[in-house]
């Protein structure tokens, strides 16, 4: 089980927008920083955000995240049909002395 | 270009151990931390600890102390892994990441290895 929880699916159609949440508590997302990660099913992992909103360079304004308390979301603008993926949001939990992860949410773009 | 290069898949029968390299290159590798996660087969992400490059200090998950070491060899910019006492349900794709991040509340694992299969079978 996850220390952080997030839907296992959400569907939407091109040109949609999707929204992930991401929940944890005060030792993780309440006080540190959340990062999010798109996962093409055999292949690894790639940031899409990370210090909660910021972009690394090259990844479209179509994504950003929020924080907010023990929450944090990801948006995806303009769904396109290679946005189909898993999503993993991650931080730090001060408790655990540990980077922790959600399960992930599978993104099915009909 | 910031790569970092993993060794190929292995298979070890239980109780055995394997080593996991991860070779970087394209950037200072004494600069940024190095974690170690783990996939099983249709599961999510695991962490199990990173290393600082340039101390060689480490910091293991709670689940991972005691049969995970991380190591690094700053001559050739190459990080390892050791895994002992394999048991089958540590059968798992294991990645190496950078960590861009300077702060360790914050971790942004910005590149990645490809993955290294390792296979727990009898």
């Known amino acids: 089980q996850s220390v952080l929880t997030q839907p296992p699916s959400l569907s939407a159609a091109p040109g949609q927008k999707v929204t992930f949440s991401c929940s944890g508590g005060s030792s993780n997302i309440g006080n540190n920083y959340v990062s999010w990660y798109q996962q093409v099913p055999g292949t690894a992992p790639k940031l899409l955000i990370y210090d909660n909103y910021k972009r690394p360079s090259g990844i479209p304004d179509r994504f950003s995240g929020s924080q907010s308390g023990s929450s944090a979301t990801l948006d995806i603008t303009g769904l396109q049909t290679g946005d189909e993926a898993d999503y993993y949001c991650g931080t730090w939990d001060s408790s655990l002395s540990a980077a922790v992860f959600g399960g992930g949410t599978k993104l099915t773009v009909l | ?122």
């Open chain 2, 1 to 122: 270009q910031v790569h970092l290069v993993q060794s190929g898949a292995a298979v070890r029968k239980p109780g055995a151990s394997v080593e996991v390299s991860c070779k970087t290159s394209g950037y200072t590798f004494t600069d940024y931390f190095i974690h170690w996660l783990r996939q099983a087969p249709g599961q999510g992400l695991e962490w199990l600890g990173w290393i600082n490059p340039n101390s060689g200090g480490t910091e293991y998950a709670q689940k991972s102390r005691g049969w995970v070491t991380l190591t690094r060899d700053t001559s050739t910019s190459t990080a390892y892994m050791e895994l002992r006492s394999l048991k089958s349900d540590d059968t798992a794709v294991y990645y190496c990441a950078r960590d861009q991040s300077p702060r360790i509340v914050a971790p942004a694992l910005d590149a990645w290895g490809q993955g290294t299969l390792v296979t727990v079978s009898s």
